[in-house]
């Protein structure tokens, strides 16, 4: 790289060859994405060398003092460092825009898929041998999976608060700040623990119904065993959210592939081979999640951070906490309230409707996920051009239209590949044929509903990253009370499982609008140059 030297007294003097450079020695920032190289000669030599690991990037210009006053006063150099991915990104063109951002949010898929495939899995086993047992997983998956995605303001509070300790460059910090989320994490889970062993079969029965009582029983099973590992999987929820707050996604998705794996090799050995139904399935999962929590774990002590070390948050670290998750709070309960309520009439309807309704909410739920990974590429990208030191509003709406392009292809691929299972290839879940009958009632619905969620959360996701947190909450807590009213309605008119579908088809498209709305407002945050109105928090990538 050239390194120019310049004198403050209209003189010019060259540096010298690396052979004048006496100990070299390496600097390496841990916290920083690239290592740079420093070659420093004591005491005479007052400017500092820097040599990037990388080809292309940014000039700063650097004057650091050795021991030399004088040497300080006569040289300044010119370094180049390495920019990092995000200022690569919203540079470039359209198309290879969209291809790196594809590239970019690829491996975050697998995170969000692993979780859905679990159930996906047992749903299909257990629908093998049993239309009961299938049923029984509705409302069982619902206090399982459901729950699960409510603690989701965990992994968001610990995204954030690890991607602030990282910008500080104090390691200490942020090993306090991941062993108060652990602490967090851990009490969340026990309580969860506690709830599901007493008073599990209590809200089961409360939510699947009198008309259901035969299935409470293996529900009940099934919750109470899942349960085991609520401790297990919130510890390892904070783990996972720290590791990608530090720009590292293989470690989790590593941990992720593994437990599929043991989740899959189990339901084969406990359910198909010894025949333990439900109850194998529900062994099977809770194994697989607790190898997942020990893997993520592990991969945060290789990090050099203790996964073990574990500190009672302060009052005011409490109120940061939940400053940071209360709207997100709010928004995953709306969504996590209308699907269970869609279940819970399901639940009434009688044990084939609810059987075939379990079927399509687990290929949704599988579904459904490959858009997340384009929420979490807005919330990582839009800050900087949205209030960052390079704020751009243009390069933001060309980041969005990107998004939007590929959530509209994606979200179309995905309608299409999950309407086709079910369609094409029902008795992988059931060989009922009363079941596969309700299955292919609500396949169109399912594919209006689908094909827009991939656009939603890329809205949604440049939403949150601008810090619209009222917005958000205000819109989803709206869409949820108006989607429960059309579920009164359509359940009071007798219209069945279509019903249903057909609000969750309303829930989404409402979700769309109005979050498409409030981006193409003139005064919205991609238009005006005003940010005052937005309450600016600390929000990061999920």
């Given at each position: 790289?050239?390194?120019?030297?310049?004198?403050?007294?209209?003189?010019?003097?060259?540096?010298?060859?690396?052979?004048?450079?006496?100990?070299?020695?390496?600097?390496?920032?841990?916290?920083?994405?690239?290592?740079?190289?420093?070659?420093?000669?004591?005491?005479?030599?007052?400017?500092?060398?820097?040599?990037?690991?990388?080809?292309?990037?940014?000039?700063?210009?650097?004057?650091?003092?050795?021991?030399?006053?004088?040497?300080?006063?006569?040289?300044?150099?010119?370094?180049?460092?390495?920019?990092?991915?995000?200022?690569?990104?919203?540079?470039?063109?359209?198309?290879?825009?969209?291809?790196?951002?594809?590239?970019?949010?690829?491996?975050?898929?697998?995170?969000?898929?692993?979780?859905?495939?679990?159930?996906?899995?047992?749903?299909?086993?257990?629908?093998?041998?049993?239309?009961?047992?299938?049923?029984?997983?509705?409302?069982?998956?619902?206090?399982?999976?459901?729950?699960?995605?409510?603690?989701?303001?965990?992994?968001?509070?610990?995204?954030?608060?690890?991607?602030?300790?990282?910008?500080?460059?104090?390691?200490?910090?942020?090993?306090?700040?991941?062993?108060?989320?652990?602490?967090?994490?851990?009490?969340?889970?026990?309580?969860?623990?506690?709830?599901?062993?007493?008073?599990?079969?209590?809200?089961?029965?409360?939510?699947?119904?009198?008309?259901?009582?035969?299935?409470?029983?293996?529900?009940?099973?099934?919750?109470?065993?899942?349960?085991?590992?609520?401790?297990?999987?919130?510890?390892?929820?904070?783990?996972?959210?720290?590791?990608?707050?530090?720009?590292?996604?293989?470690?989790?998705?590593?941990?992720?592939?593994?437990?599929?794996?043991?989740?899959?090799?189990?339901?084969?050995?406990?359910?198909?081979?010894?025949?333990?139904?439900?109850?194998?399935?529900?062994?099977?999962?809770?194994?697989?999640?607790?190898?997942?929590?020990?893997?993520?774990?592990?991969?945060?002590?290789?990090?050099?951070?203790?996964?073990?070390?574990?500190?009672?948050?302060?009052?005011?670290?409490?109120?940061?906490?939940?400053?940071?998750?209360?709207?997100?709070?709010?928004?995953?309960?709306?969504?996590?309230?209308?699907?269970?309520?869609?279940?819970?009439?399901?639940?009434?309807?009688?044990?084939?409707?609810?059987?075939?309704?379990?079927?399509?909410?687990?290929?949704?739920?599988?579904?459904?996920?490959?858009?997340?990974?384009?929420?979490?590429?807005?919330q990582s990208f839009m800050p900087e051009l949205l209030y960052g030191?390079?704020?751009?509003?243009?390069?933001?709406?060309?980041?969005?239209?990107?998004?939007?392009?590929?959530?509209?292809?994606?979200?179309?691929?995905?309608?299409?590949?999950?309407?086709?299972?079910?369609?094409?290839?029902?008795?992988?879940?059931?060989?009922?044929?009363?079941?596969?009958?309700?299955?292919?009632k609500v396949l169109f619905l399912f594919f209006l509903s689908l094909?827009?969620?991939?656009?939603?959360?890329?809205?949604?996701?440049?939403?949150?990253?601008?810090?619209?947190?009222?917005?958000?909450?205000?819109?989803?807590?709206?869409?949820?009370?108006?989607?429960?009213?059309?579920?009164?309605?359509?359940?009071?008119?007798?219209?069945?499982?279509?019903?249903?579908?057909?609000?969750?088809?309303?829930?989404?498209?409402?979700?769309?609008?109005?979050?498409?709305?409030?981006?193409?407002?003139?005064?919205?945050?991609?238009?005006?140059?005003?940010?005052?109105?937005?309450?600016?928090?600390?929000?990061?990538?999920?």
């Amino acid at each position: 790289m050239n390194l120019k030297t310049m004198a403050l007294h209209s003189h010019t003097t060259h540096l010298q060859t690396r052979k004048r450079l006496s100990h070299p020695s390496i600097l390496y920032n841990p916290f920083h994405r690239s290592s740079v190289r420093y070659a420093v000669k004591p005491r005479s030599f007052g400017a500092l060398v820097a040599k990037s690991e990388r080809g292309n990037g940014r000039l700063i210009t650097a004057c650091i003092a050795g021991g030399n006053a004088d040497a300080f006063e006569e040289e300044q150099v010119v370094v180049e460092v390495v920019g990092s991915k995000k200022e690569e990104l919203v540079e470039q063109s359209l198309w290879k825009q969209v291809k790196d951002i594809v590239m970019f949010s690829g491996p975050a898929t697998g995170l969000w898929i692993c979780g859905p495939l679990m159930s996906l899995i047992s749903t299909a086993v257990i629908g093998q041998a049993s239309s009961t047992e299938l049923a029984a997983l509705g409302p069982g998956t619902v206090f399982c999976d459901n729950m699960n995605l409510l603690f989701m303001f965990l992994s968001i509070a610990t995204s954030n608060m690890v991607a602030t300790a990282l910008a500080k460059r104090d390691k200490k910090e942020l090993q306090h700040q991941i062993s108060i989320l652990l602490f967090v994490g851990l009490t969340c889970g026990v309580l969860m623990l506690l709830f599901t062993q007493f008073l599990g079969s209590w809200a089961l029965t409360a939510f699947a119904g009198p008309k259901n009582v035969h299935i409470i029983p293996a529900a009940s099973k099934y919750v109470q065993i899942r349960g085991l590992a609520w401790p297990a999987i919130l510890f390892g929820l904070v783990a996972q959210s720290a590791s990608l707050g530090m720009k590292d996604s293989l470690g989790p998705l590593k941990a992720l592939v593994v437990a599929s794996v043991v989740n899959g090799l189990g339901h084969v050995v406990l359910c198909n081979m010894l025949h333990y139904g439900i109850t194998g399935a529900a062994w099977a999962t809770m194994a697989s999640q607790i190898v997942a929590a020990c893997m993520m774990i592990e991969a945060l002590n290789k990090k050099g951070f203790s996964a073990f070390s574990i500190t009672v948050p302060s009052p005011r670290e409490c109120l940061l906490i939940f400053g940071i998750a209360g709207p997100v709070f709010v928004t995953m309960f709306s969504k996590v309230a209308f699907y269970s309520l869609m279940t819970y009439f399901a639940t009434a309807m009688g044990t084939n409707i609810v059987a075939a309704h379990q079927v399509m909410i687990q290929m949704y739920g599988m579904c459904v996920v490959w858009g997340e990974p384009l929420s979490q590429t807005a919330q990582s990208f839009m800050p900087e051009l949205l209030y960052g030191v390079n704020r751009s509003l243009e390069k933001a709406r060309m980041l969005l239209k990107s998004l939007v392009i590929i959530g509209a292809i994606l979200g179309l691929a995905i309608g299409v590949i999950g309407m086709s299972v079910p369609w094409l290839f029902p008795n992988i879940f059931t060989f009922d044929l009363k079941v596969i009958q309700e299955m292919h009632k609500v396949l169109f619905l399912f594919f209006l509903s689908l094909s827009i969620t991939p656009c939603t959360h890329s809205l949604e996701g440049t939403l949150l990253a601008g810090r619209d947190l009222t917005f958000i909450s205000l819109s989803m807590s709206s869409c949820f009370s108006l989607g429960a009213l059309l579920l009164l309605l359509v359940n009071s008119r007798g219209f069945g499982l279509p019903g249903c579908w057909f609000a969750l088809v309303g829930f989404q498209w409402a979700r769309f609008f109005l979050a498409l709305r409030r981006l193409l407002s003139p005064n919205g945050m991609l238009h005006s140059e005003d940010l005052g109105s937005y309450k600016v928090g600390k929000l990061k990538a999920t």
